[in-house]
C-alpha cells in the first residue's frame, strides 16, 4: 500500500512551517508525498480563491504565491498525480468548532478536496491561549501527525469516506517534555493519547468593542479552553481537546438543505 498511495499534502500556515514538515516526514513513511503549499501564512482565508498564482518548486514540492484552496485546485488538476487522498496541516492552533469551519483556511483545503470527490483530512494543533503566541517545534505536531499517518492508513480501506467526505483532527500540545523527545507518540501516562470520535461544538462567544474609530472583535471562545471548566457537552470536539484527547470530526462539505413546508407556503403566495 505504501508504494501505491498518492497523498497531496498542504497547509495555511506556510510551506515552511514545521506543522507541514512534521506531517511530510509522517506520511512519507506510508505513500508519495506530493507538497502543494502556500508561500507564506495564509491563516483563516476560508475558501478565497486568488484564479492565477506564481508557482515555485520547493525542497517538500511546490510553493504557490496563493491560498489554500489555490494549492488543492492547483495540485489536483496540474502540478502533481492525481491523490488517493488530500491532507492538510498540522496548523498553528486548533481549528475547533462549528463557527471555525468556514473560516479555516486548513479546514477549506479539506473542503476543496471534497468538492473534487477526493477524500481528505484537515489536522491541527491546539495552543492554549496562555502560550500564544508561541515559537512550535517539529516534534511538538509529532503525535498528531502520528494519528494523520495512522488515519490515512486504514480510515479509507474501513469504508470511513464512503460516509464522511473529510475529517477534521485536532490534538492537544503535548504537556510532558518526554512525549516531545519521544517524537510525541506517547501520551503523559506512557500510553498513546486516546482519539475520540466528535462532533462539531456550537458554542460561541464573540462580542467586539470601539475605540477611536477602530471596532476590535474578540473571540472569547478561546478564552474558555484555558478554565477549568467548560460547557461544550461530552462528545464535542473542544471537549475532546479540553480534556487531553485527539479528536476527529467526521464531516461533508456540500450545504444540506432541508424541506420546510412554511417556505413552501410563502413562495406560493409570492
Known sequence: MSESLEILLTNDDGIDSPGIRALYDALSEV?????????????AVGRAMTYEVPVEEHELG????????????AGLAELGPYP?????????????GAYVLGRSGTVSAAVEAAFFGVPAIAASLHIPQSEWPRDTTV???????????????RAPEAG??????????????????SAVEDGGREATTGNRTPMEVTRPSHVYDMDATEEDGV???????????????????????????????????????????????????????F
Open 62 to 73: 511546490y510553493a504557490v504565491e496563493g491560498t489554500p484552496s489555490d494549492c488543492v485546485v
Open 31 to 43: 505513500g508519495n508525498v506530493t507538497t502543494v503549499a502556500p508561500a507564506d501564512d495564509q491563516s
Open 215 to 269: 471596532v476590535t472583535l474578540h473571540d472569547r471562545t478561546w478564552e474558555q479552553m484555558d478554565g477549568d471548566a467548560l460547557s461544550d457537552p461530552e462528545g464535542t470536539d473542544r471537549r475532546a481537546v479540553f480534556e487531553g484527547k485527539i479528536s476527529v470530526s467526521p464531516l461533508t462539505a456540500p450545504h444540506t438543505t432541508e424541506h420546510h413546508e412554511a417556505l413552501d407556503g410563502l413562495a406560493e403566495r
Open 160 to 177: 470511513v469516506f464512503e460516509e464522511a467526505e473529510y475529517l477534521n483532527v485536532n490534538g492537544p500540545l503535548p504537556n510532558d517534555a
Open 84 to 96: 488517493d487522498i488530500v491532507v492538510s496541516g498540522i496548523n498553528e492552533g486548533a481549528n475547533i
Open 139 to 153: 516534534e511538538e505536531y509529532a503525535e498528531v501527525a502520528e494519528s494523520v499517518r495512522y488515519l490515512v492508513e
